[in-house]
C-alpha cells in the first residue's frame, strides 16, 4: 500500500474540518489545544501507525489550500534478476 505524508500550514488554517471528514484513513483532527495567530483551532496530522496514503483528497477539499500532500514514490521491482548459486 502507499504511503503518505501531510504537512499542514496551521497558521493559515481555520478549521473548518472539510479535511478531517473527507480522510478515510483518519489521520486528520482538530488540535483543540492549539490556537493559531488567526484565533482558529487548527487541523493536526496524527498518524502514529502510518495509515496515510497520500490520497490527496484532504488538499483537494480544503477551501484555503493549506494542506501539503506527499506521496512516497514505490521503486520498481527487478524482476529479471538473476542469482547464481556456485
Known amino acids: 500500500m502507499p504511503k503518505g505524508r501531510v504537512v499542514?500550514?496551521?497558521?493559515a488554517c481555520k478549521g473548518c474540518a472539510l479535511c478531517v471528514s473527507?480522510?478515510?484513513?483518519d489521520v486528520l483532527a482538530l488540535a483543540e489545544s492549539q490556537i493559531n495567530a488567526r484565533?482558529?483551532?487548527?487541523?493536526?496530522?496524527?498518524d502514529p501507525r502510518e495509515r496515510c496514503t497520500g490520497c490527496?483528497?484532504?488538499?483537494?477539499?480544503?477551501?484555503?489550500?493549506?494542506?501539503?500532500v506527499y506521496r512516497q514514490r514505490r521503486t520498481p521491482?527487478?524482476?529479471?534478476?538473476?542469482?547464481t548459486l556456485s
Open 8 to 11: 499542514i500550514n496551521e497558521e
Open 56 to 68: 490527496g483528497l484532504c488538499a483537494v477539499i480544503c477551501p484555503d489550500a493549506v494542506i501539503t
Open 22 to 25: 473527507a480522510c478515510k484513513q
Open 39 to 46: 484565533g482558529y483551532h487548527p487541523i493536526e496530522y496524527v
Open 77 to 83: 521491482a527487478r524482476a529479471n534478476t538473476v542469482v
